[in-house]
Every structure is written in structure tokens, then in C-alpha cells.
């Protein structure tokens, strides 16, 4: 990990009980949202080469990855209606 990750992600852990020992959910989604971003940077500089690590992912794997975060995007942004709509009501 880049050093200036490593040290993101040690600050995030650090500074996680500030904010009312973090039990609020919207304490635990921002710092979901940070460890998000920060595995988000790690891959996006391992899949670019800057950074090599033991288990480097092959282009193909890569693509599939974002294929899979494109899919993700278009169903968290749909215009579409819920197609199951009853299930997440229960």
C-alpha cells in the first residue's frame, strides 16, 4: 500500500470514536465510505501499475471489476422502477 494510503487508512481507524464512539449509523457509513475510496485508490493504482503487490490482477480481471462497478452504478441510478418492490418492503 502507497504510503500516503497506509496512512489515510491508519487516521480513519485512529478517528473512528470521535464522532460519538461511532454509533450512529451515519458514523459507520462514512467510514465505510472512506475504507471505500481508499481500496477504490489501491486498486485503481495497482490495475495502473504504479504500485506492484504480491497479487497483482491481470487486465482481464480489471475489466471485469469495472464492468462490475459500471452494472453496480446503473442499478443504484436507475430510472427504472423496482422490479420486486414487496420484497424490500418486507
Not at 46 to 75: F, I, K, M, N
Amino acid at each position: 500500500m502507497e504510503g500516503w494510503l497506509l496512512r489515510l487508512g491508519l487516521a480513519a481507524v485512529v478517528l473512528a470514536p470521535l464522532p460519538l464512539g461511532s454509533y450512529r449509523p451515519w458514523a459507520w457509513q462514512g467510514l465505510a465510505a472512506a475504507f471505500a475510496l481508499l481500496a477504490a485508490a489501491q486498486a485503481m493504482l495497482t490495475a495502473v501499475g504504479r504500485e506492484r503487490t504480491a497479487a497483482a490482477l491481470p487486465p482481464v480481471a480489471v475489466g471485469l471489476w469495472a464492468v462490475a462497478l459500471a452494472w453496480a452504478a446503473v442499478q443504484a441510478v436507475s430510472p427504472w422502477p423496482a422490479v420486486r418492490p414487496e420484497l424490500w418492503a418486507e
